[in-house]
């Protein structure tokens, strides 16, 4: 594995842990995005890793938005048409991309304030593991800003139309219940289980076959950025790609003889 400033990454049972350590709450500034897509490359192309678990160091924070001065200093040089900060925002949301068209599944444990960049990137993640004590937002309005690596637009897309609005235009924090309530994360849990339930979480989804695993991220997270009829052109043509696997056939094969399935990834 790389070795990075302000990332952390540890594998056990095929489980990715990358922690986003840059204290004191694991603000993104350039380096620490640029660490982010390393770390997410390497993991990505690892065939020992099947699931990945993106946490924030320490209990305060997951991440609690962008670094402050690096974003001014962005904001205050101009140069060609504010470059820098255009390539920023655009390194962001390519990174939150890659994480979200991911064919292993990403889940964010969510440990602490998990604000501007940091809500963007967990809503990037396919699930969203809540510390009960956490809070979430898009706080960037109260600076003159808004959201710019997604969260106007995937905010939107989790919790409808109406709150992403209420929580964009107020930049309010809303609690973890309230985000569970708006289907923002999949599970609120205490504090002191958060790992423990985001890895549970994970082990049952790599007990499974990974074909089938890609083909649902695959069928789920393209068919939501075209009409039915295409998402469902989508679907049938990863149903079809297993056919040929050797799990499909030990699937079914298990189930008639009423037993454990035992997947091999073939």
């Not at 095929?14 to 350039?30: C, E, Q």
């Not at 919790?159 to 809303?174: Q, R």
Request: charged share 25%; hydrophobic share 40%.
């Amino acid at each position: 594995m790389g070795e990075w400033q302000n990332i952390r990454t540890e594998t056990e049972d095929r489980i990715a842990l990358l922690t986003i350590d840059h204290p004191p709450v694991n603000s993104f500034n350039k380096q620490v995005i640029t660490e982010l897509d390393e770390a997410m490359d390497e993991l990505l192309g690892d065939d020992e890793v099947k699931a990945i678990v993106v946490t924030g160091g320490g209990t305060n924070a997951f991440v609690a938005g962008a670094d402050i001065p690096e974003i001014q200093e962005l904001l205050e040089t101009p140069g060609e048409e504010y470059g820098e900060a255009r390539e920023f925002i655009e390194r962001g949301q390519q990174v939150n991309l890659k994480i979200e068209r991911a064919t292993k599944p990403v889940i964010a444990a969510i440990n602490g304030f998990c604000l501007g960049g940091g809500l963007e990137l967990a809503m990037a993640c396919h699930m969203r593991i809540c510390s009960d004590r956490a809070r979430l937002g898009q706080p960037e309005i109260n600076l003159g800003l808004i959201p710019g690596w997604g969260g106007t637009q995937r905010l939107a897309r989790i919790v409808g139309k109406g709150k992403a609005l209420e929580m964009i235009l107020t930049g309010d924090m809303i609690t973890a219940q309230e985000a569970y309530r708006v289907g923002l994360v999949n599970r609120v849990v205490p504090a002191g289980a958060i790992l423990k339930e985001a890895r549970g979480l994970a082990r049952k989804i790599v007990s499974k076959s990974m074909f089938p695993i890609a083909a649902t991220l695959r069928a789920v997270t393209e068919g939501l950025e075209v009409g039915i009829e295409e998402g469902l052109a989508i679907e049938g043509e990863q149903f079809v790609n297993l056919a040929d696997t050797e799990d499909i056939r030990e699937g079914i094969s298990a189930f008639l003889e009423k037993r454990q399935p035992q997947f091999e990834d073939r």
